[in-house]
């Protein structure tokens, strides 16, 4: 890549610009590994590549979700484990998301069980500060220290709640539980959506707890090199072993299955209808596919198209517009899933995206993103009704 000077060197990783572009940088992620605030520190051959790949295909993922993160390009191939980012200036914390009581929220809540499902997911903050160990801090005292505005930590805690829950559906569809996650944030220095707050850094295999099949004992993160004793070349080998399987598991988390909505209406005068659901459906990224036919006047067609789409490779969803015969013909002939299409458009293209995200983790997030949205702004117009100002007013 086309890298400049270095300007920073973390534990794992070195940070250089981008002599074309002072809106960019260059990130190298290095085989080191290190634990207890770099009091214990080694070489694993080839760990730096397998972490410029985690990183870049879980922040492809993210991506690819509508979340904002500083990720452009780099890190899978041949790249020399550089990934290219969005200059930001980083916001000086550790953002801790918790679906399972384990590592340091274990030891501070003795009176939990170890291994707890924690719901709602806890979210805390800790101070990056190494000389003192990385302390928790409260929202509050981040505020009052001017470190993040009140707006922008509950901005990175609902980032951050939103990243555990994707993360966590691409985890278990491959039988692993993702038990917690650490991520960081920055603001973007220029370009475009100067200010606006990014998942930064990396999220690799130091960054997370993950234990196969919901077992501690099957643990295939960082905390296997933590809780090694001794560290010698075999138990070295064993955790490059467990980096290597994350990076192949997390290889295909950005790989979107195919689906398409078929839209179906049976009168001529509902197209424009049709096609405000198509519009609500291209909003999460499903491609539409619309036919006029009807049971009465060309029943024959009907089942022809059926037939047509379901042979296809992407996973169809049938959206069924006009007389309850042809939802119900629909449903007597397809195999795949019918939903009516009468409803209000956004509610249409929500079911359809619920469908497709099963077993697809960034429509996944893309629901769960569309849902946050939506509270976001009921929460915003009801600020504004309670001072009496109209659902159009930005609030200063
Ligand atoms: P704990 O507070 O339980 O030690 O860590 C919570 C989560 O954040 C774990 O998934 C852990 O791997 C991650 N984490 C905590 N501190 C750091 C850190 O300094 N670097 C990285 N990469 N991850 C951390």
Redo the contacts with the bound molecule.
Sequence with gaps: MDKGIEIARGK?KVLYEVPSSPDQLVVAQGDAITAG?GARRDEIPGKGRLAAQTTSRVFRLLNLCGLPTHFLNGGEDDDDNEMLVRRCSMIPL?V?V?GVA??????RHTGLQRGAILVPRVT?F?L?DDANH?PLIAPEEIAARGIASPNEIGAMSEIARLTFEILAHAWRHRDVLL????VEFGRLIGGENQGQLVIAD?I?N????IWRHGREDQML???IYRNLDPVDAEALARVKAAYEQVADYVGNFPAMRPGVAAIFVDDARMVDRANEVAAALHTFGIPTARHLASVTVTPGYVLQIVSQIEAGFARPIFVAIGDQTLRATLDGSASSPVIDGNDEPHRIALACAKLLAIDDSAMFGRVMLAQSNARSEMLRVDALLQQQLPPGAVIA
């Design positions: 794992t605030d550790e801790v918790r384990a590592g340091s929220f274990a030891r805390e800790f990056k990385d038990v917690d996650m650490k990396v690799d130091d960054s997370w707890r993160d960082k905390q």
